[in-house]
């Protein structure tokens, strides 16, 4: 039992490029969470889903997409990426207001 | 005034010492409080629920003024461990969002 996986743990990505952050968890909760935290500040949610196939915007939202195709994936993807996309990404996951979040993605763009 | 305001510290604390901090939230409607606990580059993790009457989990006691609307954390006998920064978390009832402070760092001294 992993609970929630994130890849990668790191990716330095140049200005313009796209990639995907990969978040699973198996332990059959509905709803998943992208967040950003960047230094010494809050984190901030980007994309949240109830469900398979639902897919809601957070507090920041701009640059991003998401899917929700299995109830165990929730990818986080960045099209074209900008410095101000530099930051710790979590993704989690919740059960009675309990979050279990995964390691996280440190990306860079440069 | 924001929703959920910490002190970000940092706290310097010598060990064996006792420590409490405060978490102020804005929305008198809200039901449920937590504090997280986040060490210096991984994600944050559950420390503690917070409930009306107050709770104790060993060395930690958490506390609940909803007349003035802050939670508390106090961490008494602090150990080097303690070192990370604490979290508070809050649900904004109206739409179900949960919001996290930015998180107070604590240093416990040798």
């Known amino acids: 039992n992993a609970g929630v996986t994130q890849t990668p743990k790191f990716r330095i990505l140049k200005i313009g490029q796209s990639m995907t952050l990969q978040c699973t968890q198996d332990?059959?909760?509905?709803?998943m969470y992208w967040y950003r935290q960047d230094p010494g500040m809050g984190l901030k949610l980007i994309y949240y889903?109830?469900?398979?196939?639902?897919?809601d915007k957070g507090e920041v939202p701009n640059g991003y997409n998401v899917s929700r195709s299995t109830t165990e994936d929730f990818p986080l993807r960045l099209e074209l990426a900008a410095p101000s996309q530099t930051s710790v990404y979590f993704c989690?996951?919740?059960?009675?207001?309990?979050?279990?979040f995964g390691s996280g993605t440190r990306l860079t763009v440069v | 005034r924001k929703e959920v305001e910490q002190d970000p510290g940092p706290f310097n604390v010598p060990e064996g010492a006792t420590v409490a901090f405060n978490c102020t939230y804005s929305n008198s409607a809200s039901q449920s409080f937590f504090w997280y606990r986040q060490d210096c580059r991984k994600e944050p993790k559950l420390l503690m629920s917070?409930?009306?009457s107050g709770n104790e989990d060993g060395r930690f006691t958490a506390q609940l003024n909803r007349a003035s609307q802050y939670i508390s954390l106090l961490i008494r006998d602090s150990k080097l461990s303690d070192s990370a920064t604490y979290l508070c978390?809050?649900?904004?009832?109206?739409?179900?969002?949960?919001?996290f402070g930015k998180g107070t760092r604590l240093h416990i001294l040798p």
């Open positions: 978390v809050v649900n904004r009832d109206r739409d179900d969002k949960i919001i």
């Open positions: 989690a996951t919740i059960f009675n207001y309990g979050y279990t």
């Open positions: 889903s109830v469900g398979a196939g639902i897919t």
């Open positions: 917070v409930y009306s």
């Open positions: 332990m059959n909760h509905n709803y």
